[in-house]
Antibody, heavy 120, light 108 residues
């Protein structure tokens, strides 16, 4: 069965960086794009970007450009999302989710979420 | 970026009620519209994709319709497990994909 298992909760100070992992299993890793979506406390869902596991190419939401890096390791079927220059506004649950990668696409499986808390 | 606007932001309904949630896109997205259900502390769950296709394993009391800029999610007979927050999401080209702000369905 398809599973996306994320790393555990993190606490960081303002200005620091955080790296969250998402290990995929139960399907062909390189057949699906992996996206990152975040949700601040009590707020809605925000798409951050995606990585193509086949070649590693990325697309990021403009508001995160220069601050986010998404990578993948095909040997372990794991994707990573690193966010730098953290502020309190980055406190959120971060989800990885997969899609096939075409127009009209959808997120059919999600990780369990990783809470990142930014606090001095 | 394409803006997605859901209405209402919240609603109160009783078990057995028919519930309709609407989602409007700021420009045409054809049928590239998906619906998700989220319960507190859980990841979102895909309900409907491509505006009207029911995801495998999802109850047939959920249905979606629409195209272009206007879409609806209907729950034909609300059940206790349906109390949750619902999000629409567009997957038109080009990126970024965007979500509506959510509709919280509460018990009346």
């Amino acid at each position: 069965q398809v599973q996306l298992v994320q790393s555990g909760a993190e606490v960081r100070k303002p200005g620091a960086s955080v790296k969250v992992s998402c290990k995929a299993s139960g399907y062909i890793f390189t057949s699906y794009y992996m996206h990152w979506v975040r949700q601040a406390p009590g707020q809605g869902l925000e798409w951050m970007g995606r990585v193509n596991p086949t070649g590693g190419s990325t697309s990021y939401a403009q508001r995160f450009q220069g601050r986010v890096t998404m990578t993948r390791d095909t040997s372990t079927s794991t994707v990573y999302m690193e966010l730098s220059s953290l502020t309190s506004e980055d406190t959120a649950v971060y989800y990885c989710t997969r899609s096939i990668g075409v127009t009209g696409d959808y997120f059919d499986f999600w990780g369990q979420g990783t809470l990142v808390t930014v606090s001095s | 970026d394409i803006q997605m606007t859901q209405s209402p932001s919240s609603l109160s309904a009783s078990v057995g009620d028919r519930v309709t949630i609407t989602c409007r896109a700021s420009q045409s997205i054809a049928r590239s519209l998906n619906w998700y259900q989220q319960k507190p502390g859980k990841a979102p769950k895909l309900l409907v994709y491509g505006a009207s296709s029911l995801q495998s394993g999802v109850s047939s009391r959920f249905s979606g319709s629409g195209s272009g800029t206007d879409f609806t999610l209907t729950i034909s007979s609300l059940q206790p497990e349906d109390f949750a927050t619902y999000y629409c999401q567009q997957s038109s080209s080009p990126l970024p994909w965007t979500f509506g702000q959510g509709t919280k369905v509460e018990i009346k």
